[in-house]
């Protein structure tokens, strides 16, 4: 690996010391504690932009998160950084996604507005440092500094103030490691792509639309000019895997030249450089902006999207003002002493669509 991976050597290694496993690296085995997780499994029944139950053939918070991990390990390869961790950080970084997407965010956030608000990258991190009850030894997974860092993208400044080391370098405005900024694009990367497919296969966004994108229709060209591929919807999926194609090699070129000319050595260079290492070249980084714009405009704000976020709106708050007047029926292990709204904030984001659904179908009645 280049010398500016993170290494188990390098690693400032776990809150709590455990022997090394016989069998696997340190960051192989953060990345099987995820996978056993329950807030892992969870992610199945959770919705990207499509709630679950719309269709079988939309993305989910699972495969969102199983495509993240995907690319984050192809250009961790190339740019020969610690693929195992990239792999562990994309895995991990949706854990602490309320049900319904971002409406369900947005719906629990305003619901604990009085009450230190809600952040679903903070959530993340309390789902692997604290929620998660596995092991004898402590709770949460133990998990790496390094992993827990790549998974704490944002953080507010107050919030990063109680995080003590984690925290540091909201406050000193240091960097992360190469290995978390490839997760954090890969996610872009992932979801641009994955929602424009999304959209063309919900029939919201149909050809000419997409062909409204300037990258889209450089790509669409390209694929239909052999003149071989007469399906629509192959010559969608063909153009979408090459513009996926040409982002990854975009970011994989940009990043290693910017290493290269900013003579970077180690992780310590990594964090002190004072902006992200990991980047696009300007004009794939606009390329990539544009279908952003496009899903914002046509996708995220459609109708049929709109109502779905109302519903979740509904949903989360009605639940949450259910439990507040029954914490008995709020499990033992959610309970924190003397905060009862963060008891039942962690008890709401580890819901499921349906499993959130059913619990007001219940309470409405
Ligand atoms: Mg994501």
């Known amino acids: 690996m280049n010398s500016y991976a993170v290494t188990e050597k390098n690693s400032r290694g776990r809150a709590i010391a455990e022997p090394k496993s016989p069998l696997r690296n340190d960051f192989q085995r953060d990345r099987d504690r995820i996978i056993h997780s329950a807030a892992f499994r969870r992610l199945m029944y959770k919705t990207q932009v499509f709630v679950n139950h719309e269709g079988d053939m ?8 199983l495509e993240v991990a995907q690319i984050s390990r192809g250009i961790s390869r190339s740019m020969d950084i610690n693929e195992d961790l990239a792999e562990t950080i994309a895995l991990a970084h949706d854990l602490g996604h309320t049900p319904f997407g971002h409406a369900g965010q947005d719906a629990l956030n305003q619901c604990m507005k009085n009450y230190g608000g809600f952040e679903h990258n903070l959530q993340s991190l309390r789902v692997v440092d604290l929620l998660e009850k596995r092991y004898a030894n402590f709770d949460g997974l ?12 944002h953080c507010s ?10 925290g540091q370098r909201f406050i000193d405005k ?5 290995e978390a900024q490839v997760v954090d694009l890969s996610d872009a990367i992932a979801y641009n ?3 424009l497919d999304d959209g063309y296969r919900s029939n919201i966004l149909d050809l000419d639309s997409l062909n409204e994108i300037e990258f889209f229709s450089e790509c669409h060209d390209k694929v239909v000019s052999s003149g071989l591929i007469k399906d629509e919807q192959i010559v969608v999926n063909e153009t979408i895997r090459l513009m996926t194609y040409r982002l990854i090699d975009d970011v994989t070129k940009a990043s290693l030249e910017l290493i290269k000319a900013n003579k970077i050595c180690d992780i310590s260079d990594v964090r002190n450089f004072g902006k992200n ?5 300007e004009p794939f980084d606009r390329k990539l902006k544009a279908c952003q714009k496009k899903l914002r405009a ?10 779905m976020s109302k519903k979740a709106h509904s949903v989360i708050e009605s639940l949450f003002n259910y439990y507040i007047n029954k914490m008995e029926q709020v499990p033992d292990n959610y309970l924190i002493a003397n905060n009862n709204q963060r008891s039942i904030a962690d008890y709401i984001a580890g819901m499921t669509d349906r499993f959130a659904l059913k619990i007001y179908e219940k309470i409405e009645k």
């Open 58 to 65: 939309f993305r989910t918070r699972l495969s969102h998160s």
């Open 142 to 153: 133990n998990l790496t500094f390094e992993s827990r860092e790549g998974i704490l993208k």
């Open 157 to 166: 400044l107050k919030n990063a103030r109680l995080l003590g080391e984690l």
């Open 277 to 281: 290492l990991v980047q696009f070249s």
């Open 193 to 195: 792509m994955h929602d």
């Open 174 to 178: 240091k960097q992360t490691s190469l």
């Open 298 to 307: 046509n996708l995220y704000h459609h109708n049929r999207i709109e109502m």
